[in-house]
Structures are given as C-alpha cells and as structure tokens.
C-alpha cells in the first residue's frame, strides 16, 4: 500500500512540474460590490494546485458513491434475539474482552503516550520541512524554481525506496527494533541538512534532504505496525486523534517561534534525538507486556 502511494505521489510532482510548465499564468478580477474585489489566478505557478484540486473534487465523488456500501458490524455489539425481523442488539460484556490488570494498564498507558510523543516528534518535523525545504533550496539555487515538481517526485521516489527497504528488513528485524535507526537517519539528515544550509553547500542539503525521505519512507509502514502493538483496540480512533494535538502544537511552535528554516531543522532533529531514548527502550518493553 505504501510503495504505491509514493508512486502516485512521484508521478504527481512529474505531472505538476508539466503543469507548471504548459499552462499559461491567468489572471481574473472579480468585482462583488461593496468593496469585495478580488482576483482569481490559473495556471502558471499554480497549475499544480489546481490540478490538485480537481484530483480532490474527483475523490470526493467517489467518497460520496461508496456509501452505498454497508457499514460493517461494531465489535462491541451482537445479536442477542430477533423480534420479527428485527434485530435487538447488546453490548458485549466487558468482562469477555479480557481486561488487564491495574499495574499493566498503568504500563501500557505509559506506551501509549510515550509512542505519542514519537509520533508528534517526527511528523510535526515532517511538517516544518514541508514548509522549509523549498526556501532553502531557492536561497541557494534561485534557478530551481520551475524544477521544484521534479525535485518532489525525487522525494517521493526516496521514500519509495525507504518503504521498500522496510519491507526487506522487517522480515530480518522486528519494527520496535527498526525504529530507532529510523529516528537516528532522521535526527541526523535534519542535522546535516541545517548545517550544509548555514555553509551554503546546497548539493549537501540536496542528499540530507533525500536521507530524510528515505527515513520518512520507512517511518510511516514500521509505525503502522508498532499501532495494533502499542495503542489499544477499544480506544484506537480516540488515541489516534489525541495524538494530533501534540503533533500539531509542537509543528505550531516552531513555525511560528523559531525564525531561520536552518534552525528550525535543527530544532526537529533535537527533538527527534530525545524521542528516540524511548526507541531504544521500546523492543524490551513489548516483549516484557507480552510476556506478562
């Protein structure tokens, strides 16, 4: 699933570099009344957002057509008797679903906030270099400007590999052992990519800045499967959800606080070497709850 998203993704940025290309830049201005003018733009540096735009309204459609389907049972309801042709529903007993004890909630709970914390650590760094790389390479490459598709569809294809890398180690190591080499690729290409930029050796920031995707390519299926691990079943989609807060406020604060792309960098790769002390301890700590 993953290797095919990154594909689309890599034939995505060639597609948007076209766009850019080909399409001449239009303008419209719109007059409203009462003051409320303002101005319309296709083509040009944002044909490729418009094409985005279409590919969502396209998906959409097919969001809307697919519920026609039917929803699948809640595993926490059953049939207990049938009142003509109706069904009478009950909640499973909680008692059938096997509950830990006190003290292995409490671990367990622990698991779960401390994975947050990585996952906040990593994607909220995922975010600001969303926002910076572009810049940075602008700064020191002003004639890359038309090639930025291309350049995004060499990420894409960086993590592309890293999915597929993930999948060849995966069946050598487990994905709590993966992790923190993912983390130690990540912190170190962020490192590097902020000192490379403070020197101005823009082919550097160049690779640092495909290492990270290659991290990126392997971080995203290894959580996936950390997730039915760590988090929960009952509590998924509202642990899921808790964890966007941190990620967001933590993406937050150093694009609105930190006032350098270079420093920004920095800061993530910082935070991911924190994050990554509990990557080290996590493989012992699985094995240690699924014993008990």
Known sequence: MWSGSWLVAIASGIVGAAAV????RKLYNLHMGLNLDFNLVFGGPVAAFDLAALCCGVGAVLLILQQADARPPD???HVEATVGTTPVLSRRSPASSGRPGRSGSWRRGIEVILFGA???AFEGALFVFVFSWSPLLLGGWPGLGPHLGLVFS???????GGSFCFKTLSEIWSPAKLLFPILAVAFSSLFAAAYAARVNCMPAVLVAFLLFELSVGMYFPC???LKSDVVPDQKRALIYSLYRVPLNGFALGVLLGVP???SALALCGAVLCVVAVWAVLMPSKLAQRMAD
């Open 21 to 24: 290309s080909a399409a001449p």
């Open 75 to 77: 595993p926490e309801w």
């Open 118 to 120: 990585i996952i906040a």
């Open 260 to 262: 350098s792309q270079t």
């Open 154 to 160: 060499l990420f894409m294809l960086c993590c592309a």
């Open 223 to 225: 959580t996936s499967a």
